[in-house]
């Protein structure tokens, strides 16, 4: 009998594990279950018949994490990569009804002393803590700790309230005060256990290099959309991609794994990769291994809704100068955060159009109180009135697909890795396990799939 694999799940993480496994062993039938009537998962790109090309889910990925580029070279499309346009890398936190400068390159961890030092965001008390971070204890111990902790014992708390969590908060559904730096900044906690101080790795790294600034991780996307991604990924997989199929169970049998998929009947197989979100991958491990998918079970996810507004831009009184904007969690606000895509990327919307995806925490809201609630605070921090009228509004609502990142949360997911391992057929992928971006996705299919078939690298690229 050939040797089935079943991959369930098509958002990026299954596409890498099911074109892996196909490419790998070429006689093995592959067979990619997906519950929705479309491949991707949360990367979805729409292109309105009016020029504009909205990302309802990833708009970019870090062209430093390896995966995602290899997958990009390997499939066939590294001439639709694009960087930012030159000189708009600047974004804003929005407080007390103001837009203040974010310091560039303080996520990577690169942001120089004199950025931080002479933000307009921070009072003369908060830098003056600042500026004692050198002279501040480091931690005892490797534990891992939330990210506000963290940063307050390094910079004190205005930094945490101002920067840190409307920064956070907008990437993350979950409050610093819960959020795991060994997750979200792994790089900062060891800059702290190697140089005893933020500020002495800074300096470090800025003589090594040369410069009080060292260059931040280039972001990039593709031309028409992150979408390219997961259509490329596809084409090796012509065949066997079955929409529109629930796996709901997975049990072992004499003869190897059983699927069960509800209304389509049942589907064996002699390997499986399970790259659902976390709450539906507990679910379908839960008969074979309890344990496994208590602790899957066990992983929070966020909920994240977006509207996105197309404008034509004589409306719009606003420079649109940078990336866009997060929001301090003090503000009376349902807006987290807000990209003025048509900036942040060429060919995003027409030139006599504006394009802007706003990132709000409104949880129970309809869509019409969504868009009530993004008009009042785009009105609020950007003057757009509400009178003005949008050339189109999107919304579109994700719960129950971004693992909340908790304190100790990359302990539980390496124990459960470590228990699914001992599975000899069964292999787990996705944001849920070793990072939420879409590399780190697509580098969990690879790895999910080397382990089916028995190799310690994924599966050779092959030619296109
Ligand atoms: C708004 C937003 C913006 C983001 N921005 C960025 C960014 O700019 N850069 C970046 O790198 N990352 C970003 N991310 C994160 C990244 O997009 C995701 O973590 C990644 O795409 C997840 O891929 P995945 O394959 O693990 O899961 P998913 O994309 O969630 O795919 C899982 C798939 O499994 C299917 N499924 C679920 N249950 C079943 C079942 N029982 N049977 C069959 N199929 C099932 C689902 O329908 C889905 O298609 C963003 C995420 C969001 C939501």
Redesign the pocket.
Known sequence: MTQRFVV???????LAAARALKLGAPSAEVVL????ERI????LTERTPDGFLLE???????EGKPAGMRAIAETGISDEVVSAPAGVRKSFVAREGRLYPLPPGLISGRASATAMMTAPLFTMAGRARMAMEPFMPQREGTDDESVASFFERRFGQEMVDRLIEPVFRGVYTTPTTKLSVRAVMPHLAMLEQKYGSLARAMASRASLSGSDSPAAPTVVTLRSGMGALPTALARALEGSIRLG????RLRRTPSGLTISLGEHGELEANGVVV???AP?AAR?LADLDPAVADSLGAIGVGR?D?VTFGFWRKDLDHPLEGTGFVVDANEKCALTACTWSSSKWVGRAPDDSALIRC?LAAPGATDEELVASARDDLRALMGIPLAIKPRFTRVWR?SQ??PRYEVGYMERAAETLERVAQLPDVAV???AYNG????D?IAS?LAAAARLLGTTEPAPPPAH
Do not use: Q
């Open positions: 369930i799940g098509a958002g990026v993480a299954g279950l997906e519950r929705s991707g998962g949360l990367v309802h889910g990833p708009d970019s990925l870090l199929v629930t796996a709901t790259a659902t979100p539906a379908l994240l977006t990132f994700l697909s971004l992928a996705g944001n939420m971006g879409v590399p996705c299919g």
